[in-house]
């Protein structure tokens, strides 16, 4: 299955990152642009299962929104996942909006605002799907459902079913997420003089 991650563009002339303050976001003058880690885990856990990638940064390519939907469509992707934050919630979910009237495909979103607050997400968006919390091994097992439709079992993800929003069971913390991998390998081919653009950082084990 083709699956397109996007780091959505922000507002003209500041930095959004989406990974700051436990993922709320922030939205800033400074030049430095953290990885959206987000969807670079879920890259990594995808790529496992044998599904082709595209992860696009709007964020550190500086693209606005025709552009990435001019990526979206030459890529043909099967689902779109959108990284989100509470700081750019609104312009996140016009892109939601955008890709699922340009596409008529399956769209997830992850972070933390969607995670704490789905109703909003679903009464603002067209949005199909929230992963909640950590979202790796949530998306791995919503790309094997997709096509059958059967999503009662996936813990960790609100569902829309018509006109009924499903909230399924809470999925456990990662135990040892020294185990898990990020794969932010598609952008480094994308952006040209990476190191003046984006800066990598490593996450520390937290339990």
Known sequence: MRVFLLNPPGYPNTTVNRELMG?????????MILPPLNIAYIAACLKKEHHEINIYDAIALKSNSSEVLRSIVQFKPDVVGIN????TIKIDLA???????K????VFVVGSHASIL??????NSASDFIIRDEPELTSVELLRQITAGIFKGIK???WRNGDNI???LDRPLIKDISKLNYDYSLVYKQIKNWKDLEVPYEIQKRR
């Open 95 to 101: 892109m939601v909006d955008a890709v699922k009237a």
């Open 118 to 123: 789905p109703d909003y997400i679903f009464e």
């Open 156 to 158: 960790g993800l609100t």
């Open 103 to 106: 596409m008529k495909i399956p």
């Open 84 to 87: 989100t934050s509470t700081a």
């Open 166 to 168: 499903i909230r399924n």
């Open 23 to 31: 993922g709320y976001g922030t939205i800033s003058t400074s030049p």
